[in-house]
Antibody, heavy 118, light 108 residues
Framework: QVQLVESGGGVVQPGRSLRLSCVASGFIFSTYGLHWVRQAPGKGLEWVAVIWSDGSNKYYADSVKGRFTISRDDSKNTLYLQMNSLRAEDTAVYYC???????????WGQGTTVTVSS | DIQMTQSPSSLSASVGDRVTITCQASQDISNYLNWYQQKPGKAPKVLIYDASNLETGVPPRFSGSGSGTDFTFTISSLQPEDIATYYCQRYDNLAQVTFGPGTKVDIK
């Protein structure tokens, strides 16, 4: 079935780096754009980044611009989020999501938790 | 940047009640507006896309309307399984996204 599975979360000290992965199955990965969305504890949803289906365009929320990098490896059906210079406020559950066209996120992963703490 | 507001931030209603949530954009976003449901500990689920289109498999008691800056999401007859937080989400022609702050719906 159509599925996204995130991994790579954990506890990390401020200023350090972490790379999240999102493995897709059940659909033609290379034909879809993909988002990262996060949710801090007890808070609402915050968009993080998007990569287009052909990888030609990537856009970021201002809160992560210059620190996070979204990328994809279509040969591995995998989406990545490289997170550098992590801050306490980056603590959240991170979800990957498939996007239909430019519009709605119709498939979501289960989320992976990132905790930034000394 | 376009800001999204939602009201109310929370509501309590009885089973069978009609529930309405509004979402307002700070600029005209045409119909580039989706609605999501998120239950505790779960990933969000899209219910309405492009302001008024029902996602496949979503019960018809859910509906959306609006365009420009003002949008409405309605549950025509609230069910116990509808307890969740509902988010509006705007997108642009680059696929950049902004979520509204959410509306928590409880059973009275």
């Amino acid at each position: 079935q159509v599925q996204l599975v995130e991994s790579g979360g954990g506890v990390v000290q401020p200023g350090r780096s972490l790379r999240l992965s999102c493995v897709a199955s059940g659909f033609i990965f290379s034909t879809y754009g993909l988002h990262w969305v996060r949710q801090a504890p007890g808070k609402g949803l915050e968009w993080v980044a998007v990569i287009w289906s052909d990888g030609s365009n990537k856009y970021y929320a201002d809160s992560v611009k210059g620190r996070f990098t979204i990328s994809r490896d279509d040969s591995k059906n995998t989406l990545y989020l490289q997170m550098n210079s992590l801050r306490a406020e980056d603590t959240a559950v991170y979800y990957c999501a498939r996007v239909i066209g430019l519009s709605r996120m119709d498939v979501w992963g289960q989320g992976t938790t990132v905790t930034v703490s000394s | 940047d376009i800001q999204m507001t939602q009201s109310p931030s929370s509501l309590s209603a009885s089973v069978g009640d009609r529930v309405t949530i509004t979402c307002q954009a700070s600029q005209d976003i045409s119909n580039y507006l989706n609605w999501y449901q998120q239950k505790p500990g779960k990933a969000p689920k899209v219910l309405i896309y492009d302001a008024s289109n029902l996602e496949t498999g979503v019960p018809p008691r859910f509906s959306g309307s609006g365009s420009g800056t003002d949008f409405t999401f309605t549950i025509s007859s609230l069910q116990p399984e509808d307890i969740a937080t509902y988010y509006c989400q705007r997108y642009d022609n680059l696929a950049q996204v902004t979520f509204g702050p959410g509306t928590k719906v409880d059973i009275k």
